[in-house]
C-alpha cells in the first residue's frame, strides 16, 4: 500500500526521495526493522493476551530434563510470525505481484491448518489435534494452488540467456532488448556445470506432446516438496529456538538466491537462470526474517511462547514455495537439512520398531527418542547446547548452498 502511494507521489507530485520506494533493497530493509520492531513490541502484548486465554502447552511427560516446567507456556504463538510478517508485506510489497500473492496465499493457508490443530489442542483437549489426514488434504490444496499457477500462470516465466549486454535503469531493474521471457518448467541442479533440468523432458521418452503434458510432473513434485518440508518444520519445533533459528537462517540464504535470481545483472553474472520479477520476493523474505527473529526473543531458551503448529507448518510451507518460485527446490537437503534429519529420524524410529516387533516380537529403537532433537537430550545434552549447535549446522550449510552458485 505504501508502495503504491509513494509511487503516486513520485509519478505524479515528483516529490523528492519518494522515488527510494522503488528500490527492492530500500523496501527490504524497512521491511525488516518494520517485522522485528513488530515481533519483538507487540509480541509481549500477543503472549499476555494468549496468557489470558490460558492458551497453555500441554506437556507430555518424556523423562526429559526440565521438560514439566514449560507446561502451561502459551502456545500458538505462530500468530505472532505471521501478524509481523504480513504487515510490512501488504505496506511495502507490489501486491499484484504473483510471487507475492502466492506467499501470502501460503501464509495464510498453512497458518489457518496450524491453527486449527492448536485450537483442538489446547480447547477441545484433544492431544491428537487435527486428524493426520486433514493436514495432509490442506498441505495437498496448497500444492495443488501453488503448482498449478507456477505452470499455468503467464506472469511465471524464465528469462532465455543473452550473450548481448544489458543496462540498469532507474529503479533498480534492468532492460534488455535481445532477452525473450518463456514458460518453463526448469530448475537447478546444484553442484552441476550444465544445471539446469527441465520437468516437461522427463516424459520426453513417453510422448512426443511432453511439454503440453508436464504438469503431470511438476504439480506432484509440489505437493511432495510442500507437505514435506512443512511436516519437518513441525518435527523441528520441540524445544526452544530450535525450528525458529535454523528456519532464520535457512530463509536468509533463500533471500539471496531470490535477489540474485530478479536482477538480470546479478544472475548473467553469476550465470544462474533469471526469473523476472522474483526479485520482489525479497521484501517479503525480509519481513520473514525479522519475524523470525522477533519471535526468536520470546522463544529463546527459557521460552516464553511456543509457536504451535501455527507457526511451525506456516515456516514449512513458506519455505517450500520460495525455494520451488526461484528454482532452486533441489538444493532444500542441503539447505534445510536439519528438517530432513528430524523427519528422517522419526521414519527411521517407528519402521524399526514396527519391523523389530513383528519379527522378535519386541519393539527395538535405533534413537534413544526421535526427532533427533530428544535423541541428544536423553544423552544429557542441555537444549541451548542442542539448539547452537544445530544452528551452526544451519549456519554451515546455508553458506555451502550460497557457494553453489559458483561451485559446480
Not at 509480541?43 to 493476551?49: D, P, Q, R, T
Not at 533459528?245 to 537462470?273: K, Q
Amino acid at each position: 500500500m505504501l508502495y503504491y502511494f509513494f509511487e503516486y507521489l513520485d509519478k505524479t507530485l515528483d516529490i523528492p526521495g519518494t522515488g527510494v520506494f522503488q528500490y527492492i533493497t530500500f523496501r527490504s530493509a524497512l521491511a525488516l526493522i518494520l517485522s522485528l520492531l513488530l515481533s519483538t513490541v507487540y509480541g509481549k502484548k500477543i503472549i499476555n493476551f494468549l496468557r489470558n486465554q490460558q492458551v497453555g502447552e500441554t506437556v507430555r511427560e518424556l523423562g526429559l530434563a526440565g521438560q514439566t516446567q514449560k507446561a502451561g507456556t502459551p502456545t500458538m504463538g505462530g500468530l505472532i510470525i505471521i501478524f509481523a510478517t504480513l504487515i510490512p508485506v501488504l505496506l511495502l510489497t507490489k501486491l499484484n505481484n504473483i510471487y507475492i500473492i502466492l506467499l501470502i496465499v501460503t501464509t495464510l493457508w498453512m497458518g489457518t491448518i496450524g491453527f486449527i490443530d492448536d485450537y483442538i489442542k489446547i480447547f477441545k483437549k484433544d492431544k491428537q489435534g487435527l486428524k493426520g489426514i486433514f493436514k495432509v488434504i490442506g498441505q495437498v490444496g496448497l500444492g495443488l494452488i501453488v503448482g498449478s499457477v507456477l505452470y499455468f500462470s503467464p506472469a511465471v516465466t524464465v528469462r532465455e540467456k543473452s550473450s548481448k549486454p544489458v543496462l540498469f535503469n532507474q529503479t533498480e531493474s534492468v532492460i534488455s532488448q535481445s532477452d525473450k521471457e518463456v514458460k518453463s518448467m526448469t530448475t537447478t541442479i546444484p553442484f552441476m556445470k550444465n544445471n539446469e533440468l527441465d520437468y516437461a523432458k522427463i516424459l520426453e521418452p513417453f510422448t512426443d506432446d511432453y511439454q503440453k503434458w508436464a504438469w503431470l510432473i511438476f504439480i506432484p513434485i509440489v505437493i511432495f516438496i510442500i507437505t514435506a518440508v512443512s511436516n519437518g518444520a513441525n518435527l523441528t519445533d520441540g524445544i526452544d529456538g530450535l525450528a525458529a533459528g535454523t528456519s532464520a537462517i535457512s530463509v536468509l540464504a533463500l533471500g539471496i538466491f531470490a535477489f540474485i535470481s530478479g536482477n538480470i545483472i546479478l544472475s548473467s553474472y553469476l550465470n544462474v537462470m533469471y526469473i523476472p520479477n522474483s526479485g520482489e520476493m525479497t521484501v517479503f523474505i525480509a519481513a520473514f526474517v525479522g519475524a523470525l527473529i522477533g519471535f526468536l526473543w520470546y522463544n529463546s531458551y527459557p521460552a516464553s511462547v511456543f509457536m504451535g503448529d501455527t507457526g511451525s507448518l506456516t515456516i514449512g510451507g513458506i519455505i517450500a514455495v520460495l525455494a520451488i518460485s526461484v528454482r532452486k527446490e533441489m538444493l532444500l537437503p542441503v539447505l534445510c537439512a536439519i528438517f530432513f534429519a528430524e523427519s528422517a529420524s522419526v521414519i527411521i524410529q517407528v519402521s524399526y520398531f514396527k519391523y523389530t516387533k513383528k519379527r522378535f516380537g519386541e519393539g527395538r529403537r535405533i534413537f534413544l527418542m526421535s526427532p533427533l532433537h530428544h535423541h541428544y537430550q536423553k544423552k544429557g545434552y542441555h537444549e541451548s547446547k542442542i539448539v547452537t549447535r544445530f544452528w551452526i549446522i544451519t549456519i554451515l550449510l546455508a553458506i555451502v548452498s550460497i557457494v553453489t552458485l559458483k561451485l559446480r
